[in-house]
Nanobody, 112 residues
């Protein structure tokens, strides 16, 4: 059974940084692209980063490009999302998306 467990969220001041982690199990992690999405209250789900199976290629929407960095460690079955220069509008639940499911999410709140 595919399982994805996110961690690393929290309350951060504007301008701060966070590293989110997603531990994967139940599938051959290294064979699949992985993504991070976020959902803010009252807003649609938004893709914020995607990485290919080997980690050679990444995709970001314009809204986060330059501030978000996705990476993965296939030896640890883990994908990461580094978020810099956090803004209040980054406040959302961040989800790790695998080939068939997503995790429970981790809350990121940006506030002074």
């Amino acid at each position: 059974e595919e399982q994805l467990v996110e961690s690393g969220g929290g309350l951060v001041q504007p301008g701060g940084s966070l590293r989110l982690s997603c531990a994967a199990s139940g599938f051959t992690f290294s064979r699949y692209a992985m993504s991070w999405y976020r959902q803010a209250p009252g807003k649609q789900d938004e893709l914020v980063a995607r990485i290919t199976s080997g980690g050679a290629s990444t995709v970001y929407p314009h809204s986060v490009r330059g501030r978000f960095t996705i990476s993965r460690d296939n030896a640890k079955n883990t994908v990461y999302l580094y978020i810099n220069s956090l803004k209040p509008e980054d406040t959302a639940v961040y989800y790790c998306q695998g080939p068939r499911s997503r995790g429970q999410g981790t809350q990121v709140t940006v506030s002074s």
